[in-house]
């Protein structure tokens, strides 16, 4: 499976945009790049995913280079509830589809 | 997002004894349910994939006589954790997804809280 990097920690202003980077440099053509985020105590929480192209939800937009080695998870306007373990996922390209989790940045967002 | 729910939220049990965890997707149909277990400060980590009607797949070092996976419908799989030890004390975390390759996202479970005394 392909692996990510992340930064282990973070801090953002409330209020202020939250870039959350990602490296994977050894993904492949097929594989998904997938955003997820725990709160404390909780599961894991789906956020947004993507192949090529940009996307954007109502939780947040996912930026991915050209040439697809890294990528950028962007909280538009952090909230103290966006305080969390954010995890970038290279999907399993198998048929099923398992997600590896690594260490996931901790995400601080602060009044 | 799809609901999954799991069952209990938290248990305790002496050591030695059994406990099942119930993971059923509400809303969907999951032809493929991974069960994660979670240490404190840590990442999840992968147990086992299970698909509907089949064994499961376990990951490496992962005991499949201790950790019993069933996945007897497509709305629910079950994970029992055998004989169990203080050191199974831990997060347990399922998740579904529906089947087939592609894109769909996988949808998680509130989690287990197994505490083993």
């Known amino acids: 499976d392909a692996k990510t990097t992340q930064p282990p920690s973070m801090d953002c202003a409330e209020g202020r945009a939250a870039n959350l980077p990602c490296n994977h440099s050894?993904?492949?053509?097929?594989?998904?790049v997938y955003w997820y985020r725990q709160i404390h105590s909780q599961g894991p929480q789906y956020i947004i995913h993507?192949?090529?192209n940009n996307e954007t939800n109502e939780m947040a937009s996912l930026i991915i280079t050209e040439d697809r080695k890294s990528s950028t998870l962007i909280l538009p306007h952090a909230t103290l509830r966006d305080t969390a373990v954010y995890y970038c996922i290279v999907r399993d390209s198998s048929n099923t589809g398992k997600l590896i989790f690594g260490q996931g940045t901790t995400l601080q967002v602060k009044p | 997002g799809a609901v999954v729910s799991q069952h209990p939220s938290w248990v305790i049990c002496k050591s030695g004894t059994s406990v099942k965890i119930e993971c059923r997707s509400l809303?969907?149909?999951?032809?493929?349910m991974f069960w994660y277990r979670q240490f404190p400060k840590q990442s999840l980590m992968l147990m086992a994939t299970s698909n509907e009607g089949s064994k499961a797949t376990y990951e490496q070092g992962v005991e499949k006589d201790k950790f019993l996976i069933n996945h007897a419908s497509l709305t629910l799989s079950t994970l029992t954790v055998t004989s169990a030890h203080p050191e199974d004390s831990s997060f347990y975390i399922c998740s579904a997804r529906t089947g087939g390759k592609g894109n769909t996202e996988a949808f998680f479970g509130q989690g287990t809280r197994l505490t083993v005394v």
């Open positions: 050894t993904i492949s053509g097929n594989e998904y």
């Open positions: 809303d969907f149909q999951a032809t493929t």
């Open positions: 993507g192949l090529k």
